[in-house]
């Protein structure tokens, strides 16, 4: 009876492989110089926009820092000067050279003309006196028990605070007069919802906000949000750019009309990233290049570990202890 019920195990667990469906395209093409080159060690930490590395140098949209974190701290973000904003995600942040106690948790913070916005792990957000330490507007959301880690830092738009919660809102605050003028509900249904990115397009004054289940396009004449289970979302210029859990890119316009649309069977999509064309890295080992009006595609092979950390920043896309760049 043991030696049947081994058998039995094993047979369930041979089925259970061979059902999986990974992306196997037909034609994938060489023709693609990808050098890669050596990070100073291995990625630790991620969020939207940066990384920290194991070393404690952080990768931005300026490329890899020459300077270190101090012991313990991860990045967030970077100030208008380029000052770096990190957190020990205990009880403290680092602005530039300056670490300033905190009461509570600090996952995303963005600095301007002296004011510092903050999101706190118990889902809080503050708009603070950068040099006084002084509470400018503070509200305490319900608390969030389960978040994507690609957490979103808040946003200055002119006189206005736009901050990306964790539990799938987007609160935009006067820094004028420190008033809650707007509260937007992007994703509140949604166990993982919050917001993992947050872009403007100037030129149409909109407010593009995914969460992990939810695309919104807020602009100042109305509102409008489409379901997409999402991979990753980016924006160039006047186009945005999702790749969803199921194989899917999609080229859409500020108020979220499909241009295009490709899909790959049985595709996972790691990360997205814009250049003179879109590429997006595919985790069994491809990259895929499409052409900007979508008429057509290229497959590249591209070997990496699917399980280590990776992020594409600018023309940069970094995996464990390396990058490459786009041409």
Do not use: W
């Not at 917001?195 to 004054?205: A, F, K, P, R, T």
């Amino acid at each position: 009876m043991k030696y049947i019920l081994i058998s039995i195990s094993a047979l369930l667990l041979f089925t259970a492989c061979s059902g999986k469906k990974y992306f196997e395209p037909e034609d994938v093409s060489n023709n693609i110089v990808l050098s890669k080159e050596s990070l100073s060690s291995s990625i630790t930490s991620i969020n939207k926009i940066g990384a920290t590395l194991e070393d404690k140098r952080f990768l931005t949209k300026n490329g890899i820092s020459d300077v270190e974190l101090p012991e313990g701290f991860d990045f967030l973000n970077l100030t208008e000067d380029g000052k770096v904003i990190a957190t020990n995600y205990l009880d403290k942040i680092l602005v530039g050279n300056v670490e300033k106690p905190m009461k509570d948790v600090v996952v995303a913070a963005s600095l301007k003309d002296g004011k510092l916005a903050l999101v706190y792990s118990n889902n809080t957000i503050e708009l603070q006196d950068m040099a006084t330490s002084k509470t400018l507007y503070k509200e305490y959301l319900p608390l969030s028990l389960a978040n994507d880690t690609r957490i979103t830092n808040p946003y200055f738009m002119g006189n206005l605070v736009l901050f990306p919660t964790l539990n799938g809102k987007v609160i935009i605050v006067s820094s004028i007069n420190y008033e809650s003028i707007k509260n937007i509900a992007v994703d509140p249904d949604n166990e993982f919802n919050n917001i993992i990115s947050l872009n403007v397009i100037e030129s149409s004054q909109t407010l593009i906000v995914a969460s992990p289940n939810k695309i919104v396009s807020i602009s100042p004449k109305e509102i409008i949000s489409k379901d997409y289970e999402v991979r990753d979302v980016i924006v160039n210029k006047e186009d945005i750019y999702v790749a969803t859990i199921d194989g899917q890119i999609k080229k859409l316009t500020p108020n979220l009309n499909e241009v295009a649309s490709k899909k790959y069977k049985y595709a996972k999509i790691h990360a997205l990233a814009f250049t003179d064309s879109l590429y997006a890295v595919e985790s069994q080992g491809f990259l895929i290049n499409i052409k900007e009006d979508f008429t057509t595609s290229v497959i590249y092979d591209f070997s990496f570990d699917n399980e280590e950390r990776m992020i594409a920043i600018g023309n940069r896309i970094y995996f464990d202890s390396q990058y490459i760049t786009l041409p």
